[in-house]
């Protein structure tokens, strides 16, 4: 059982630092069954601090699953007219909305592809204006987790379910800064304010590449193209309201240059990907191109994934995430991206934001390209941030600048004032599927 | 836990004898998030039955009443439009609906009567459609129940939570006639016939009044009005095929003539009236109207019931229901009109089904109170069923017949080939109710 003041202050934390909910405003929370008391609770943050009503969206990850294995499969193909005026009508009222994200790692396991994308497709039609909103910043939104049974045991599968649970739970906790004594609010401030802090100075800095250095043999020039942003931690909405899009959240991210990355670059955690692990893998790159690969374990899957298209072989991301953030001190392995991009420095192969590069969102597909920004089918991230790893920042003109020193931010990284520049963070969509039902 | 077959078996009859599913047809369930696992069941024996989709309209009762503590007052005068969608979209097109009730009966304690008034009325206005199809059978529709935690230690408040649910759970499951080693579905359709014998008896009867009597004093004649019809067990849809409303329901039921009722009846379980219990208590009647009453517990509570309106002191149902049948001979006290209304022989004070009177659907409220078909604002059932009860039926020329001895039917009223007029029977209006969320 967790305490009832954690989950007070985990929920006020969501509705204040979250979504920042207005006086008089309404709320979406869709929930997973399963995560219904901490549904409750936000739902009763969000009407302390004012809120007007508070719808909870449902969801049962049990039932989805049967449904994809028995329902006509002509039904993938439809999306019905009442979930689509839920999200759309509130979405144009101004709501703000909130996702419990807590999904089983394997709940999908043997579904055929086609009802997925079917799904997927059907989903992303309807919901179409509302996503844009959200993409845009025009609501505020936040997407957050709490353990089900199923996610907890494949984290912990050593341990009961209830004991998987409650030690899901205290990780959770502590990696959103969720703590007995202390004002979650006020953490939240000083860790935003860090974040914006580490941004500014990249920013500002507006490095041609970073050199990535450590003792698992990692030894990699990563271009960054012209006019790049550094994003991360809160941002601001359509009207001036700050919000935080993701709980927890501990990394500034950008778009390296696709066809500039260039040396060696261990992995320091496995990947999950579509339910197979991969271990103890690195990579060649040469112009910005994957040149040669190795893998412990998994090396099939991940050859598979480099060869998924033209892309999928380059780099989409490249995020800083201090060693001494609260899930990576945990060394749990969350299996939820939410979480485990979180966990360390990582790089990703395949599709970049477009919103990471100036005027990005409004340039096509040819257009970014020439810019350096990748496109792909994929996105999958991989940590290689460690305990040793150093950072240099590379200028224009050749100069240095330590960025990153023992596996986090140097202090004069840090020392800039955070200016929070409106319209240039980018609003992590790929974080944005997991507010669909 | 609660064996899988038995589940299994419950949902095959929910679908089957409830809803009686079509192939092609859609489906919505709706389920409290506690009723989860009995829901997935029901949704799974639905694709085995050919269904189409299913979709399940999630309810959670504490966030209801967290809502009615702190949403703004207005709200409760509004209806979202999807979840009209919802329904009268399915409704529509043809789909089926099932209802898992399981209500705390003591949930919305405290909660000021004008919110649930204004939620109720706004409701009502927007269901309207959907509840017009159900009402007229143009849609097959089935409510059902599962235990919920608050409900099962209402009723076995000196069990753990844990056996409280099992006590429940094997108590709602021995009243629907789901057993191990029996074909539930054909169980019932045993029993719907046996209900379907009772009633063409009493409609080929045409009494024009019943004779209570039992060792307990009750002494009592209830006027049967020209045109009155006996309903229970299943309907027939719109579209002819057969549905069962209700499981359980152990009753056949009809209207009496408001004016009149003679003589006394004494209750014989207690009365749960708006969280208040009213034990041992009785009524005189004259000419239809209570004229007396007396009540070891809670006398305060019945006077305020009786003087609600003028209707509110004459009988708006007269219901038979076997001694011998499962609810009776279980004991429990359910505090759920879906059981407790299924548990005797009852009589209602108040509001009478217009649809129990031939034609009286179509006609207005002054010409239904001209044929003895009673009004008002309440319809509240009290238990007059026992081990002795016997009834004699009596015809328009003064001859009688015993329809009950001993608390159940005799072989006499049991021997009429069931004749299924459709048409003719009530939709059970009163329970409708328990369809919306």
Chains 1, 2 share one sequence.
């Not at 055929?112 to 497709?121: H, Q, S, V």
Request: charge should be negative; proline fraction near 4%; hydrophobic fraction near 40%.
């Amino acid at each position: 059982m967790i305490e009832e003041k954690l989950l007070t202050e985990y929920a006020r934390l969501v509705v204040n630092t979250g979504v920042n909910i207005a006086a008089g405003q309404d709320m979406i929370v869709s929930s997973p069954i399963e995560c219904a008391e901490l549904a409750r609770y936000i739902a009763a943050a969000a009407y302390d601090a004012g809120a007007r009503d508070v719808t909870i969206s449902w969801s049962d990850e049990r039932f989805t699953r049967l449904r994809y294995e028995k329902a006509d499969a002509a039904v993938f193909n439809e999306f019905p007219a009442w979930r689509r005026s839920l999200y759309s009508d509130a979405a144009a009222d101004g709501a703000a909305f909130v996702s419990i994200y807590s999904t089983d790692p394997d709940l999908l396991n043997g579904i055929p592809g086609e009802k997925l994308r079917n799904a997927e497709r059907s989903a992303g039609a309807a919901l179409l204006e509302y996503r844009a909103k959200l993409m845009n910043n025009e609501n505020r939104w936040c997407v957050v987790s709490a353990p089900s049974a199923a996610w907890a045991c494949k984290v912990f599968p050593d341990l009961s379910t209830e004991q998987a649970l409650d030690k899901l739970w205290r990780a959770i906790l502590s990696t959103v800064r969720v703590s007995e004594g202390k004002d979650a609010v006020k953490e939240w401030d000083k860790h935003i304010d860090f974040l914006h802090r580490a941004a500014a100075f990249m920013n500002k800095s507006s490095f041609s590449a970073l050199h990535y250095r450590n003792g698992l043999g990692t030894d990699l020039v990563v271009g960054l193209p012209e006019g790049h942003i550094w994003a991360g931690g809160s941002e601001k909405a359509a009207d001036g309201r700050m919000f935080a899009a993701n709980i927890p959240s501990e990394e500034i991210y950008t778009v390296p240059d696709r066809m500039h990355v260039d040396g060696k670059v261990e992995a320091s955690k496995p990947l999950v990907y579509n339910g197979s692990t991969i271990e103890g893998f690195g990579f060649v790159f040469k112009d910005g191109r994957v040149v040669d690969f190795h893998a412990d374990k998994g090396r099939d899957v991940l050859d598979g994934l480099l060869k998924m298209d033209d892309g999928s072989m380059r780099l989409g991301e490249a995020a800083l995430v201090p060693y001494d953030s609260p899930i990576s001190k945990s060394g749990v392995l969350f299996y939820n991206t939410l979480f485990d991009e979180n966990a360390a420095c990582h790089l990703a192969l395949g599709k970049a934001y477009p919103t990471c590069l100036k005027d990005g969102a409004e340039m096509d597909s040819v257009t970014l390209l020439k810019h350096g920004v990748n496109d792909s089918l994929i996105h999958e991230d991989f940590m290689i941030g460690t305990a040793d790893l150093k950072i240099d920042g590379i200028y224009k003109d050749g100069r240095t600048v330590p960025v990153f020193r023992d596996g986090n931010f140097t202090e004069n990284a840090l020392a800039e004032a955070p200016v929070f520049r409106h319209g240039e963070e980018a609003p992590a969509p790929l974080i944005l599927k997991q507010l669909n039902i």
